[in-house]
């Protein structure tokens, strides 16, 4: 979370907020990265952009270069949190990888894939 956290510093008072208010106490990633999107969305339906290709080369070198469960936390995590988000508006900023997973992502969404 440091580095997504870092990617995107309009996050930063509000992962303070959630960390000090979480009841479950820390390190649940799954659910700091779903309130991290949350954020994401945010900024994406105020058209507040400049800080999502900070965001993205973070998620396309956790996909590419972390370990398999980190890579299946920003698939998993990021990505499907993101699902419902109207596609053109990440899109641009996703790296290869990152893209290739994101269509995965939505063709298994809609039951083309298994």
Known sequence: MDMLVAAC???ASRWETYRADAPWGRDLVYLDISEFVRHLENL????????LPAVFD???RLITTGEHYVQEAAVVGV???LRDVDEGQPFPYFG???AKWWREMKEFCAGRRR
């Open 9 to 11: 510093p309009s996050f």
């Open 44 to 51: 994406l339906d105020a058209g507040r952009v400049d800080e």
């Open 58 to 60: 973070i998620v396309e």
């Open 79 to 81: 990505l499907e949190d």
């Open 96 to 98: 290869p990888e990152t």
